[in-house]
Structure formats: C-alpha cells, structure tokens
C-alpha cells in the first residue's frame, strides 16, 4: 500500500521531514563554504553528501515509487538512514571529529595549562586552582583553598584593587608583578584577569591567569646588552658605517660615516642611499642597488670601487655589506666604507715607519695574549711576539704558557690558582717569562678568564707589560746601596771584591770577570781579583804591554770587542793575537774617580759573541763610579794603615780632603784638597778644633765629636754625612778616620773627606726614575700606593681623617683613537700640571697607569670633596679655554675616606673611590 492516503498526517509528516533535512543540508552547506581549514571542509563535504543520498533515496523508496507504482520495494527507512550515519562515523574516524561539551573541553584546557590558573571567589580568595599553579606557588592544593589571594602578591592592597576592578567588571591584561612563591623567592610574572557572572549577570567569582616571564625577562636583558653592544661596535667601528633597510632607506650612520663623507646624521636620515648624495654617477647607484640586492640574497660582499664626499670629492673605498635578519622584521642592511686612500697612505706609513698605522691590536704598546684552557697559545699581538723575541706569530701559536714560555713551570700553577681565587681576573701580577733564546722577562700582567657561547671558562687572556727595566732599575739601586753599604764597614778589600763580583752577576754575565788595578807609579797593572772557567791566571803586567785593558785604562772609556768585530773590521786586527781563538766577547768599563782612571772592570765569554749590549755597557759604566769609589776607599783604607812611614807623601798628594788632627780633635794640619773642598786654608783651621762648628752644621756638632771620638780608640771608622763649606754651603761626604798610632799609643787622627755629591746626585736621580711616572712627573703606580699605606698609617696613628679620590679621563680612548697617542701624552701632561695648581702641595698625586689618578688628601674628609670638585671643575673649565682644541677635557671622579674608628684596607679605599668614580662616569654619559 502506497505511503499516501486521504488523510492529512502522512502530508505534513512528510512535509516536516522535507524541512529539517532541508534546513540541516543548508547549514553543513553553509558550514563548509564559510570555514577556513581543510579538514572541517572535508567533514562538511562527506556529511552533506551522505545526508543528500539518504534524502534522495528515502523519497524514491517510500514517496515516488509506490506512487506512481513503478516498484514497490519493502520499507528501508532504517538502512537509509545508516548511509548517514555511516558518513558521520567516516568523518569521525578519518579527521577526528567529535563534539564535546563546553564543561568537558573547560577542564581540558585548565588541566594542560602551561600558565597558573586561579579561580576566586567574590571575596578573593582561592576556589580551585590548577597544577601548573601549584608547580609555580610550591602550596599544596588544600594549602590555598579558602586563603586570600594576597598570600601571592606583596604590592599592597592588591586584593582591594582585584575587587574593585572586579565589581566595575574591568578584565586586567598582563599587568606585570611580582609574585611570591612558598619559599619566599618572588618571581616576575605577568597577571590578567576576567569576572565570571550567572545567567542574570552578577558576580559569582573571578578567574586569574599568572604566566612566568622570568626567563623572558632574562631574554629581554641579554637582547638589550646586544643590542647595546652592537651599537657601541657600529659606533665605535674605525670604518664608516650606514644602517639601512632593504629599500634603502638610511636608519643610522657612525662618526666615521660623517668625518669621511660630511653627512651628519641629521642630514641623512630617512633618505634613500641610492639617491646619489654619495654616488658619482648613476652607474655606480645601479651598482649599490646590485650589492644591496646580494645582501638581501644572504650573500656577503666586500668590493673596491668610487664614492663622493659632500664636497665634490671623489673617494676610493672598499665596502663591506652585510644582512641583519631579525625575528618578525624586514631585512636590514650595514654598510662599511674603508677610504682606500687613507689605507695605502696607512701602508706607506707603516712600511717607512715599522708599522706605525697598523690596527690597534698590531700597535698596541704593550703584549696581548689569548691561550686555551690547556695553556696553549691561541694569539698574540706583535708587541708580544716582539717581547719574546720571536720572529713571527707562527713561531709562538701553539706553545704551551706553563712549559715553554714561564721561566719557571711552576710559578703558571700558582697564577692560575689566584686566578680562580680572585673570580677570574687579577691585575698587576708579576711573572717571569722566557724569551725565544731562554733568557727571563720580567712582566706584570692583567688577566681574565674568557667564555664560550655556552658560557663555559674558554681561557685565559689578559696583557703583558715589560717591568724588566724597572726591576733591573730596583735591582741597580739595591747593588749600588749594598755595596755602598759594604765600603763604609770594614770588611777586607778582597771581601770587598768578591761582594762586587756576586752583585754584578745579578745584573750582567760575570762567570769571567776580573778587576785590573793601575799603579802608574810602578807603571804596572795588577790583577787583585779574577773568576775565569779556564782558570786563567793573570800576572802583573807592564802598562805599556799592548792589550784590551791597556785600550780601557789609557782612554778612560769603556771598550767592547767580539771575535766576529776581529773577523770583519780591519781596525780590530791588531788585538787578534792577544784576543786569541777561545773568547767571543770582551768588555773592559773603566774604574773612574773624577778625572782619573785608577782601573778597570773586565767580563768575558767563551761562546756567545752577543753576550753583551749597549745597555750591558751603560750599566757597569752607571754603577763603576759607586765601586771606583768604594774601591778607592778601600785602598786608602789599607794604604793608612799599612804606611804610616809614607804618611807624609801620601798626606800632601792624597786626592780627596784630609786633616790631621791630635789626640783631642785640634787641627794639625790640612791638604790643599781640603782647602778646595770646604774653603778654609791650613792657617784658618790649623789649632782649632775639628768640631767646633766651622765645617759641622750646628746639629751635626754632636755627631762630629763621636766620630772623633771613635776614630782615636778605633783601627777605623767610617760615616757617610753632610759638612758645611767655609760659605755656608752643605755638601754630602763620606768620612774616614783611622788613628795615628805611635809607640802604639793613639796620637793623632787621619780624618779623609770624600766629596761623594755626584754619587749622590746619580743616586737621587735613579730615585726619582724608580718613584716618579716618567711623562707626567706624578708619582709612579708602585710608590704612590707606597704613600698610600703610609698615609693610612700615619692617619690612624694620629687618629686623623684620610681623603682618597680616584680620577680618569672621559674618553681617552676616542682622544688616542682620534687625535692620536702623542695627543693623548700631551693632555696626561697638561692634566699632571692641572692637578698641581688645584690641589695643595701636601697633597699626593700619582699617575696608577694609562688615564687613571690616585690623589691622597692628608687631613682631610668627605665635607671638603665637594670643594675640591669645584676648585678642579674651574680649573678645567680655564684650561679647556686655553687650550683651544676641538675635544673638552672632562674627568671623572670618586671619593673614599679613611677614619681611624672605621678602619678599612688600601683595597677597599681604592675599590670604593673606584666604584664611585665609574658610578659618576655612567650619569655623565646619560646626561
């Protein structure tokens, strides 16, 4: 029976069903055209088709066939009706769809939340939290619930606020805070928020998202620190530099770009660099549009060709051009100009100059280093290379620090463990190095570790600094003061050259040494001390004889002959004989007191022609004055004692001031040296009493009578002091008094005067190079900390105040960079002049190295630095007008004070004023 009768129900039956899957196609239809991802496209499409053949079919089976009685099959509604559902399953199984409630999918999401979830209610307090809450507070879930939400939050009233902004129904989006954790740590975070209402709009709670940014915020600092120190390098680069984009449009330009082209900044910026403001010709803006191009492209270019300046002036230059990618930015492009000019100048220069203009690491003053963290050598400067005495940097790479460039292997061992006490980095530590032929350098160095990208310890690095002269300047003044030292006791005149020998060997190669004395009475030359490994003996010998000291003694000047001088100069040939075939080296320094030439010093070698230099020369002559007198004091000494007999003789002709005096210091007699020296004639001196004033200063009257004293009850005494001329000036002596000995009863004592002033001098002028900064004439680093530890001594002692300030130069480097090291040295000594007429003459200035000072204020504290401050900025302000130059000296400047009741070390005062030194450096260059 067909599905239609006279009743009305089976029509509108139909008719409903025609409708809802009518209406049901329309919207999967309308679903799929309207929505953006392939799959849902895909399930709408399986679904619209199998829903379209169930309706076709299920009107032919059950409507139209019957109907019109075509064939009349059984009912098959249901089977229909599972194509549908078929499709649906299809478009489960193959793209995963699947409806779930809203309740469901909420707790999925809240349950695989990475950030911290809260839910509050409309108190504030916690309802329910999350895992990754948990994770995050360190609580416990049943810890939180019911307590306030200010638990996690240390701004204040910050519940209030959440309220507040919750009842005015105010969402918070990532404000930034500081959320604090069980444990106490507080943790930057970025907190929003949103109110939850019921169907009828009011409050029941509100939801907080807190999401840990504390490694974005490392992210975001370490980006910063790059991107700051990608600018100082564009800035800073000794190569003009321009930033633009990929269209060309110019961001930025350096210093070089604009003392090299004369655009400043201002002038160039936001215009095109193709529009031909640096371009000769349009030829070549084709070609930077070619090369831009390139760089998009990811390659690198460095290409030769013509630039023009803003004058007209045409350029050639080396460009280097590079892309910078960053993240969710265009393509950016820098550009560097090298004028090849200046660089064949540069060339030219350093070929006729012995590089004069090379980079600042090829002319660095002092060397650099780089090793591994093995110790082996990475790079070095040529001026280390230099040091060592290497003939290129290939020779020294490799080379391990510890076994073949310390002296001594295990001194490295000790550098690196105070290395490591000091947080990898140490300054002024003295080390002992070993050139290329073995010989030791003595350096102070400033080293640090240095870190791969993972930040791990790579190595070591740090600067050598050549102190050999320095100490071999200490070490001269400590030779000279001992063996002055020795001279005035009364050791033997052969301890006494055994004493010279040991010394000289601290200084030069003495192995082979001996001293040659001339008695120009006898005509002879005697040899009273000799060290030789061919245990050469050496007898006296006529002065006439023909040898190298013959040469030395005759002249007076020092002489130096090597086999290789007999080999190639034909004026050497005549002491060829006498050199022989076993030395290599012979230098002879005369033994002068004033005019006189009473011997000589002689050191040998027997297989290195190039034992002795110029400097070896310079040295024995510096200090063979101070043991020609010692010697000759010696020889006085023994000559007194020896021959009373020839007392007389020796009295009249002795070269240096003498008087005899008797048994109570009364004047017998003077010689005329004595006349020359302080003025007075036999007839002016002779009865008075040697120490009744007229050669004493009146303090040192007291002194004059003890000697006198000692000198008849002694075999001998000596005493180096000052005596008063007849005009009343002072002049430094050494005295030596040996009684007159007669049926041995004491008569009467010899008393020698020995005008010791250019010692003297050449004693204070090696002083002052030892203690004074030799282009300034402030006090060097080493003694002007000496003052210091003394200041600080004396301050606490008297309970006194000490004022220490720290100063340096603003941009010193770009002065050397720009202008030029001779510049530099001009404004250090311009500055040393400056501190002279600021500050008081009690007060210390040393210079501690390159542009850093150290000034110490004695009584004085922190209420005068503001003072001192002004006093100094006025003089600079005066000095900077005089000067008249193109770059203002400006420096900066930190305190510290020493009180007695707070006593703190050197260190802490130098750190301190440090510190604060670079703390007023940082404002002056944001302001």
Same mark, same amino acid.
């Not at 031909?276 to 990811?298: C, H, N, R, V």
């Given at each position: 029976m067909g599905i239609w009768s006279d009743s009305i129900w089976p029509y509108l039956f139909y008719f409903y069903y025609l409708s809802f899957t009518g209406i049901g196609l329309y919207l999967i239809y309308n679903f799929g055209r309207k929505t953006k991802e392939p799959s849902k496209i895909n399930q709408a499409k399986i679904i619209f088709i199998t829903a379209l053949i169930s309706l076709i079919l299920s009107t032919l089976v059950e409507v139209v066939f019957p109907e019109l009685e075509i064939v009349k099959l059984p009912s098959l509604a249901n089977v229909i009706t599972l194509i549908w559902a078929s499709g649906l399953v299809y478009a489960i199984v193959k793209y995963k769809f699947m409806v779930i409630t809203p309740v469901v999918a909420a707790e999925k999401i809240i349950s695989t939340m990475t950030d911290a979830l809260i839910l509050l209610d409309i108190e504030g307090n916690v309802a329910a939290i999350n895992e990754a809450m948990l994770d995050l507070s360190g609580y416990q879930e049943d810890e939180l619930k019911g307590k306030s939400v200010e638990i996690f939050f240390r701004e204040k009233d910050f519940k209030s606020i959440l309220l507040d902004k919750a009842i005015k129904k105010e969402a918070i989006r990532n404000y930034e805070l500081y959320f604090k954790t069980k444990a106490g740590n507080n943790i930057s975070v970025l907190f929003s928020s949103s109110t939850i209402s019921n169907?009828?709009?009011?409050?029941i709670g509100i939801i907080c998202i807190i999401k840990d940014i504390t490694s974005l915020k490392k992210s975001e600092e370490i980006l910063r620190q790059s991107q700051e120190e990608a600018n100082s390098?564009?800035?800073?680069s000794p190569l003009a530099g321009v930033y633009h984009d990929e269209n060309g449009l110019i961001l930025n330009v350096n210093y070089k770009f604009t003392k090299l082209f004369g655009y400043s900044l201002k002038e160039i910026k936001g215009r095109n660099i193709n529009e031909g403001m640096i371009f000769p010709d349009d030829k070549t803006i084709d070609e930077s549009k070619y090369l831009t191009q390139l760089t998009i492209a990811g390659k690198d270019i460095e290409y030769e060709t013509i630039r023009k300046k803003k004058d007209g002036t045409l350029v050639p230059v080396i460009i280097t051009v590079a892309s910078i990618i960053r993240q969710e930015e265009k393509k950016k492009v820098i550009a560097f100009y090298q004028d090849r000019t200046i660089y064949k100048e540069a060339l030219e220069k350093i070929t006729e100059s012995e590089k004069k203009y090379r980079t600042l690491f090829d002319n660095m003053p002092v060397a650099y280093y780089q090793s591994d963290n093995k110790g082996n050598m990475l790079i070095m400067n040529p001026a280390g290379v230099k040091l060592l005495e290497f003939q290129s940097l290939d020779e020294i790479i490799g080379k391990n620090l510890a076994r073949e460039l310390y002296y001594r292997p295990e001194d490295r061992k000790k &550098?690196?463990?105070?290395?490591?006490?000091?947080?990898?980095?140490?300054?002024?530590?003295?080390?002992?190095? %070993?050139? %290329?032929?073995? %010989?030791?350098?003595?350096?102070? $160095?400033?080293?640090?570790?240095?870190?791969?990208?993972?930040?791990?310890?790579?190595?070591?690095?740090?600067?050598?600094?050549?102190? $050999?002269?320095?100490?071999?300047?200490?070490k001269i003044q400590e030779v000279l003061n001992y063996i002055a030292k020795i001279a005035n006791s009364s050791i033997s005149l052969s301890r006494l050259y055994r004493i010279i020998h040991q010394q000289l060997g601290t200084l030069v190669d003495a192995t082979n040494f001996y001293i040659a004395l001339l008695n120009r009475e006898e005509n002879k030359v005697y040899f009273p001390y000799n060290t030789n490994k061919n245990k050469c003996e050496?007898?006296?010998?006529?002065?006439?004889?023909?040898?190298?000291?013959?040469? *030395?003694?005759?002249?007076?000047k020092s002489f130096l002959v090597t086999s290789d001088m007999i080999k190639e100069n034909a004026q050497f040939q005549k002491y060829k004989e006498w050199f022989g075939s076993f030395r290599k080296a012979w230098l002879g320094v005369p033994l002068n007191i004033k005019e006189e030439t009473i011997g000589a010093l002689v050191v040998q070698n027997y297989s290195d022609p190039d034992c002795y230099s110029r400097k070896d020369i310079l040295l024995l002559e510096f200090i063979s004055s101070q043991i020609s007198i010692a010697i000759k004091r010696k020889l006085d000494e023994e000559a007194l004692r020896k021959s009373q007999q020839e007392f007389a003789n020796l009295f009249r002709n002795n070269p240096e001031a003498t008087v005899?005096?008797?048994?109570k210091g009364n004047v017998i007699n003077v010689n005329s040296r004595f006349t020359e020296l302080f003025g007075y004639s036999l007839a002016e001196m002779k009865g008075n009493n040697i120490d009744s004033g007229l050669i004493q200063p009146p303090d040192l009257i007291?002194?004059?009578?003890?000697? $006198?004293? %000692?000198?008849?009850?002694?075999?001998? *005494?000596?005493?180096? $002091? *000052?005596?008063?001329?007849k005009d009343g000036t002072i002049v430094p002596v050494y005295i030596s008094a040996s009684p007159i000995i007669v049926n041995n009863s004491p008569k009467g004592t010899i008393a020698v005067y020995y005008d010791i002033s250019e010692r003297k001098e050449a004693e204070e002028q090696l002083r002052r190079l030892v203690r004074v900064d030799t282009l300034t004439g402030c006090y060097n680093r080493r003694y002007g900390l000496e003052l210091l530890d003394r200041q600080i001594k004396l301050s606490h002692r008297n309970q006194s105040p000490l004022l220490l300030a720290f100063l340096d130069i603003d941009n010193f480097k770009y002065i050397n960079d720009n202008y030029g090291h001779s510049e530099g040295d001009?404004?250090?000594?311009? *500055?040393?002049?400056?501190?002279?007429?600021?500050?008081?003459?009690?007060?210390?200035?040393?210079?501690?190295?390159?542009?850093? &000072?150290?000034?110490? &204020?004695?009584?004085?504290?922190?209420?005068?630095a503001p003072l001192i401050r002004e006093r100094l900025k006025e003089n600079i302000l005066q000095l900077n007008s005089e000067r008249k130059k193109d770059f203002q000296l400006k420096i900066s400047m930190g305190f510290s004070e020493y009180l007695p009741d707070k006593p703190e070390s050197l260190d802490e005062l130098i750190s301190i004023a440090d510190q604060r030194m670079y703390e007023e450096k940082r404002k002056n260059k944001k302001n």
């Amino acid at each position: 029976m067909g599905i239609w009768s006279d009743s009305i129900w089976p029509y509108l039956f139909y008719f409903y069903y025609l409708s809802f899957t009518g209406i049901g196609l329309y919207l999967i239809y309308n679903f799929g055209r309207k929505t953006k991802e392939p799959s849902k496209i895909n399930q709408a499409k399986i679904i619209f088709i199998t829903a379209l053949i169930s309706l076709i079919l299920s009107t032919l089976v059950e409507v139209v066939f019957p109907e019109l009685e075509i064939v009349k099959l059984p009912s098959l509604a249901n089977v229909i009706t599972l194509i549908w559902a078929s499709g649906l399953v299809y478009a489960i199984v193959k793209y995963k769809f699947m409806v779930i409630t809203p309740v469901v999918a909420a707790e999925k999401i809240i349950s695989t939340m990475t950030d911290a979830l809260i839910l509050l209610d409309i108190e504030g307090n916690v309802a329910a939290i999350n895992e990754a809450m948990l994770d995050l507070s360190g609580y416990q879930e049943d810890e939180l619930k019911g307590k306030s939400v200010e638990i996690f939050f240390r701004e204040k009233d910050f519940k209030s606020i959440l309220l507040d902004k919750a009842i005015k129904k105010e969402a918070i989006r990532n404000y930034e805070l500081y959320f604090k954790t069980k444990a106490g740590n507080n943790i930057s975070v970025l907190f929003s928020s949103s109110t939850i209402s019921n169907e009828v709009g009011d409050l029941i709670g509100i939801i907080c998202i807190i999401k840990d940014i504390t490694s974005l915020k490392k992210s975001e600092e370490i980006l910063r620190q790059s991107q700051e120190e990608a600018n100082s390098l564009f800035q800073n680069s000794p190569l003009a530099g321009v930033y633009h984009d990929e269209n060309g449009l110019i961001l930025n330009v350096n210093y070089k770009f604009t003392k090299l082209f004369g655009y400043s900044l201002k002038e160039i910026k936001g215009r095109n660099i193709n529009e031909g403001m640096i371009f000769p010709d349009d030829k070549t803006i084709d070609e930077s549009k070619y090369l831009t191009q390139l760089t998009i492209a990811g390659k690198d270019i460095e290409y030769e060709t013509i630039r023009k300046k803003k004058d007209g002036t045409l350029v050639p230059v080396i460009i280097t051009v590079a892309s910078i990618i960053r993240q969710e930015e265009k393509k950016k492009v820098i550009a560097f100009y090298q004028d090849r000019t200046i660089y064949k100048e540069a060339l030219e220069k350093i070929t006729e100059s012995e590089k004069k203009y090379r980079t600042l690491f090829d002319n660095m003053p002092v060397a650099y280093y780089q090793s591994d963290n093995k110790g082996n050598m990475l790079i070095m400067n040529p001026a280390g290379v230099k040091l060592l005495e290497f003939q290129s940097l290939d020779e020294i790479i490799g080379k391990n620090l510890a076994r073949e460039l310390y002296y001594r292997p295990e001194d490295r061992k000790k &550098f690196l463990e105070l290395l490591e006490n000091k947080q990898g980095k140490i300054k002024d530590y003295e080390v002992v190095l %070993k050139n %290329k032929n073995g %010989k030791s350098v003595i350096v102070s $160095t400033n080293s640090q570790y240095y870190y791969n990208e993972a930040g791990d310890i790579a190595g070591v690095e740090g600067i050598f600094v050549d102190i $050999t002269e320095r100490k071999r300047n200490e070490k001269i003044q400590e030779v000279l003061n001992y063996i002055a030292k020795i001279a005035n006791s009364s050791i033997s005149l052969s301890r006494l050259y055994r004493i010279i020998h040991q010394q000289l060997g601290t200084l030069v190669d003495a192995t082979n040494f001996y001293i040659a004395l001339l008695n120009r009475e006898e005509n002879k030359v005697y040899f009273p001390y000799n060290t030789n490994k061919n245990k050469c003996e050496y007898q006296p010998r006529s002065f006439s004889q023909h040898s190298l000291n013959t040469v *030395v003694l005759n002249t007076g000047k020092s002489f130096l002959v090597t086999s290789d001088m007999i080999k190639e100069n034909a004026q050497f040939q005549k002491y060829k004989e006498w050199f022989g075939s076993f030395r290599k080296a012979w230098l002879g320094v005369p033994l002068n007191i004033k005019e006189e030439t009473i011997g000589a010093l002689v050191v040998q070698n027997y297989s290195d022609p190039d034992c002795y230099s110029r400097k070896d020369i310079l040295l024995l002559e510096f200090i063979s004055s101070q043991i020609s007198i010692a010697i000759k004091r010696k020889l006085d000494e023994e000559a007194l004692r020896k021959s009373q007999q020839e007392f007389a003789n020796l009295f009249r002709n002795n070269p240096e001031a003498t008087v005899y005096t008797d048994e109570k210091g009364n004047v017998i007699n003077v010689n005329s040296r004595f006349t020359e020296l302080f003025g007075y004639s036999l007839a002016e001196m002779k009865g008075n009493n040697i120490d009744s004033g007229l050669i004493q200063p009146p303090d040192l009257i007291g002194e004059a009578k003890e000697l $006198t004293q %000692k000198g008849i009850s002694k075999d001998y *005494v000596g005493i180096e $002091t *000052v005596r008063k001329k007849k005009d009343g000036t002072i002049v430094p002596v050494y005295i030596s008094a040996s009684p007159i000995i007669v049926n041995n009863s004491p008569k009467g004592t010899i008393a020698v005067y020995y005008d010791i002033s250019e010692r003297k001098e050449a004693e204070e002028q090696l002083r002052r190079l030892v203690r004074v900064d030799t282009l300034t004439g402030c006090y060097n680093r080493r003694y002007g900390l000496e003052l210091l530890d003394r200041q600080i001594k004396l301050s606490h002692r008297n309970q006194s105040p000490l004022l220490l300030a720290f100063l340096d130069i603003d941009n010193f480097k770009y002065i050397n960079d720009n202008y030029g090291h001779s510049e530099g040295d001009i404004l250090l000594k311009q *500055v040393a002049r400056l501190f002279d007429r600021t500050f008081r003459e009690v007060d210390i200035v040393c210079r501690l190295g390159g542009d850093e &000072f150290l000034i110490i &204020f004695p009584d004085s504290s922190l209420i005068e630095a503001p003072l001192i401050r002004e006093r100094l900025k006025e003089n600079i302000l005066q000095l900077n007008s005089e000067r008249k130059k193109d770059f203002q000296l400006k420096i900066s400047m930190g305190f510290s004070e020493y009180l007695p009741d707070k006593p703190e070390s050197l260190d802490e005062l130098i750190s301190i004023a440090d510190q604060r030194m670079y703390e007023e450096k940082r404002k002056n260059k944001k302001n």
